[in-house]
């Protein structure tokens, strides 16, 4: 049995991310809407009836649209937020009386068989959270929204199957934009998000605690969150593709399109259907 991981969208016009169960499927943000989700994933063996839960990271409206109550109800989908966010997420229009399942710092389970840890995060006032996600001998570290790299999130990615991080803006671009100081000042002020120097450093750092651990280095390395204004796929690749072990791995989330099927082991299709890559 196995995982396996579509980012459906990523980026600041809406993040996406449908994780593939045995039992079911499992959403890590809904940024956009349903009928752009249900678009997204046709072709992928996956459908709008198939999800379980949506886990959210936080409440932005890049990774939660509310768009989403009627086809919550419809299909009884549970939705899990931290509990700090619970009451918040409660006053948007028509969810006062949608069932919220919270976390806290301990681990949780929105589909069968599979844990979800979370990892606290800097970002903006309230924060974000990361997942370790484990599940049937797979496991997943998924970040994005990071104001700064944790010291803990280092060593709990480790000897992680897939690997995925934000690597939102390339620096230069960022001062040398039309954006106003102030908004410069929001994403580069260490509760923002992370540069691709900041992002390539931790992902070589988790990487070589692997190796000092004799430990196993992650099947997929995926980065997240890419800026269109202040970021672009060949920056990226000259960076990260410079480190060998990384080069092999890696795979560029993009905000109109979905990646491929990131698989991790045996690959078992959810009961009764049988999946297949993107078109």
Not at 32 to 56: K, Q, W, Y
Not at 152 to 163: A, I, P, T, W
Not at 192 to 206: M, R, V
Request: aromatic fraction near 8%; glycine fraction near 8%; proline fraction near 4%.
């Amino acid at each position: 049995m196995s995982l396996g991981l579509c980012i459906l969208a990523s980026g600041s016009s809406g993040n996406c991310t449908v994780l593939r169960t045995p039992g079911g499927a499992v959403l890590i943000d809904a940024g956009i809407g349903p009928r752009t989700t249900a678009r997204r994933m046709a072709g992928t063996g996956v459908s709008i009836e198939d999800i379980r839960a949506i886990c959210l990271t936080h409440l932005d409206r890049d990774h939660f649209s509310p768009t989403w109550l009627a086809t919550i109800r419809k299909f009884g989908i549970r939705v899990f937020c931290h509990e700090s966010r619970a009451e918040d997420l409660r006053s948007v229009t028509g969810f006062a009386d949608v069932s919220v399942d919270t976390f806290n710092c301990h681990a949780f389970k929105p589909a069968e068989h599979v844990q979800f840890r979370p990892l606290h995060l800097a970002h903006d006032e309230h924060g974000s959270h990361g997942f370790v996600i484990d599940g049937y001998d797979c496991r997943i570290g998924y970040a994005t929204d990071l104001g700064r790299v944790p010291r803990n999130l280092l060593d709990h990615f480790c000897e992680v199957d897939l690997l995925a991080l934000e690597s939102n803006y390339d620096r230069e671009m960022e001062l040398n934009s039309p954006r106003p100081w102030f908004l410069k000042q929001r994403i580069m002020n260490g509760k923002g998000h992370l540069s691709n120097e900041q992002a390539f450093e931790a992902i070589c750092a988790i990487l070589d605690r692997c190796q000092s651990r004799s430990g196993r280095l992650p099947q997929h390395i995926v980065l997240l969150h890419r800026s269109r204004q202040c970021n672009c796929p060949k920056l990226l690749r000259q960076l990260f593709e410079s480190d060998k072990r990384i080069a092999s791995r890696l795979t560029l989330a993009e905000q109109y399109e979905r990646t491929e099927w990131l698989s991790i082991g045996k690959h078992v299709p959810l009961s009764g259907e049988q999946f297949c890559l993107p078109l």
